[in-house]
Antibody, heavy 123, light 109 residues
Framework: QVTLRESGPARVSGTETLTLTCTVS??????????VSWIRQPPGKALEWLAR??????????ARLQTGASGLHISKDTSRNQVVLRMTNLDPMDTGTYFC????????????WGQGTLVTVSS | SVLTQPRSLSGSPGQSVTISCTGS?????????VSWYQQHPGKVPKLILF???KRPSGVSHRFSGSKSGNTASLTISGLQAEDEADYFC??????????FGGGTKLTVL
């Protein structure tokens, strides 16, 4: 059974770097076609896809965030079976619940989700 | 949000409701990778449809999907009280990007 669990700070300031960790159990991140994404949801608002990393280290980022001031970086540590998301240039609008989710590879759909971690960004 | 959904819809038990998700030629219009998620308050999103109309194992046959042009649709038939939730669509938008809709709050009267 595959499970995902997010962890990270509950509160950060805009000058800090937000580091979120997704610990995956039940499947190795090095297994072919395993792909994990980060998706966030501001309170009471819509989901927003942020980034994805595949088993072969291929990465993708939301186009809208690449053109703005957001500094987004996704990586993985296969030895710890963790996916890490780092965000810089934070704004209070980055406040929300951050989910990691496993993609049905090649279908851009997310069937397995972590419980999410709520992050509040202060200015 | 990139994809447009009605903010709210309502229906009575037993009825059918259809939620639309309108995008553009660069996302919904060109992709069969449209997904739908159901989210109850305070809960994690649940995938109910992918590839426009496919249901993951365990998802009720009351949920069905379709697409025409730049608009995808989710139809829930035989509406039940437990269907009251927020529904989000998503679509592959090319260049490894995924976009979501603004969400629809479904109320079962």
């Amino acid at each position: 059974q595959v499970t995902l669990r997010e962890s990270g700070p509950a509160r950060v300031s805009g000058t800090e770097t937000l580091t979120l960790t997704c610990t995956v159990s039940g499947v190795s991140l090095a297994t072919s076609e395993v792909s994990v994404s980060w998706i966030r949801q501001p309170p009471g608002k819509a989901l927003e896809w942020l980034a994805r990393i595949d088993w072969d280290d291929d990465r993708a980022y939301a186009a809208r965030l690449q053109t703005g001031a957001s500094g987004l970086h996704i990586s993985k540590d296969t030895s710890r079976n963790q996916v890490v998301l780092r965000m810089t240039n934070l704004d209070p609008m980055d406040t929300g619940t951050y989910f990691c989710a496993q993609m049905i590879y090649g279908h851009h759909a997310y069937e397995l989700w972590g419980q999410g971690t709520l992050v509040t960004v202060s200015s | 949000s990139v994809l447009t959904q009605p903010r709210s819809l309502s229906g009575s038990p037993g009825q059918s409701v259809t939620i639309s998700c309108t995008g553009s030629a660069t996302d919904v219009g060109r992709s069969s990778y449209v997904s739908w998620y159901q989210q109850h308050p305070g809960k994690v999103p649940k995938l109910i449809l992918f590839d426009t109309y496919k249901r993951p194992s365990g998802v009720s046959h009351r949920f069905s999907g379709s697409k025409s042009g730049n608009t995808a649709s989710l139809t829930i038939s035989g509406l039940q009280a437990e269907d009251e939730a927020d529904y989000f669509c998503s679509s592959y938008a090319g260049r490894n990007d995924v976009v979501f809709g603004g969400g629809t709050k479904l109320t079962v009267l």
